[in-house]
Nanobody, 121 residues
Framework: VQLQASGGGLVQAGGSLRLSCAAS????????MGWFRQAPGEERLFVAG???????YYADSVKGRFTISRDNAKSTVYLQMNSLKPEDTDVYYC????????????????WGQGTQVTVSS
């Protein structure tokens, strides 16, 4: 199984980024997918998730600004990040798990390598 995350970068506050996570080696349409963030020395925190059936979930801090979506034909999950704030700066990770969605990082079976998001003020 491989999850390849991309799309991070440096953006000014108020700007947008779109993260992508391409999956291979698993039955993507049966998996729930999540995006997490992590600062150095800190625990990995839930950002957004999408169930295998398309239902979406968001951390309160990103509701109304971030949108998670999936394309099963491309085995890819996306995170559209709008109205970015300096406090959104972190390394972002995508993750996959079988069946139902979870907000807990420990519930995921597979992880991507992380992509850095930096928002300047």
């Amino acid at each position: 199984v491989q999850l390849q995350a991309s799309g991070g970068g440096l953006v000014q506050a108020g700007g947008s980024l779109r993260l992508s996570c391409a999956a291979s080696g698993l039955t993507f349409s049966s998996c729930s997918m999540g995006w997490f963030r992590q600062a150095p020395g800190e625990e990995r925190l839930f950002v957004a998730g999408i169930n295998w059936n398309g239902r979406t979930y968001y951390a309160d801090s990103v509701k109304g600004r971030f949108t998670i979506s999936r394309d099963n034909a491309k085995s890819t999950v996306y995170l559209q990040m709008n109205s970015l704030k300096p406090e959104d700066t972190d390394v972002y990770y995508c993750a996959a798990k079988a069946s139902w969605f979870s907000t807990q990082a420990g519930g995921y079976d597979f992880w991507g390598q992380g992509t850095q998001v930096t928002v300047s003020s």
